[in-house]
């Protein structure tokens, strides 16, 4: 499996990248929910709750509740209830390309390939891998072509957030409720691509993910 980059037709690449950024820029934001807990996550949610008032209506409800879960805990529960969610059991990865490949060496090529497509948008991550979800959503903002993006998101991302929440079983959890937005806004904002969405089904190795997701916090 490899990701295509189709050359920009039509406007003039400043142009075009400066409409693409503001459409895209809320997925800087929403990726800040899902990095690890720190002092800042409280404006991140306010900032994202203004971003998206308009277009999604319906998140807001959602971030709500997720600002007053967290309001309930100090810095430590919050950095303990994130690393029980997607560290402890490797089954809750972010890491998409081990959410699709599981330890099949196309994990490999995807990563290498994230890797450059970072490096081409011009976003220098210094955390986590290329194809970590928060990563990946932020290249939506940086990628200056949109043909890609559109791939990224629809063919890959979508599907894999989809596999994501099948394997949480406390259906309460706060950052299941985020991860239900996130795919949500996606399926709204490139749900009327043609291209065929990845099976994750036909890549994965079945006896890797075996498990679910059991976080009761």
Known sequence: ??????????LKPELKGFLNNIKMRKY????????????????????CINEITNNYPES?????????HLNRMDLGKQEEYYSKTFDVNAQCSMDLGYVIFGEDYKRGEFLVKMKNEQRLAGHNFEIELADYLPNVIRLFYYHKNKDFVEELAYRITIPAIKEILNRFKDTGNIYREILVMLLNILEKDFGHSNLEQINISKEKDNKVFQKVCNVKC
Not at 1 to 10: A, H, R
Not at 28 to 47: G, H, K, M, Q, R
Not at 60 to 68: D, W
């Open 1 to 10: 499996m490899t990701l295509k980059v189709v050359s920009d037709l039509g």
């Open 60 to 68: 807001i409800r959602t971030l709500s509740s997720f600002k007053k």
């Open 28 to 47: 800087l934001l929403i990726a800040e929910l899902f990095a690890y807990p720190s002092s800042d996550l409280p404006d991140s949610i306010n900032a």
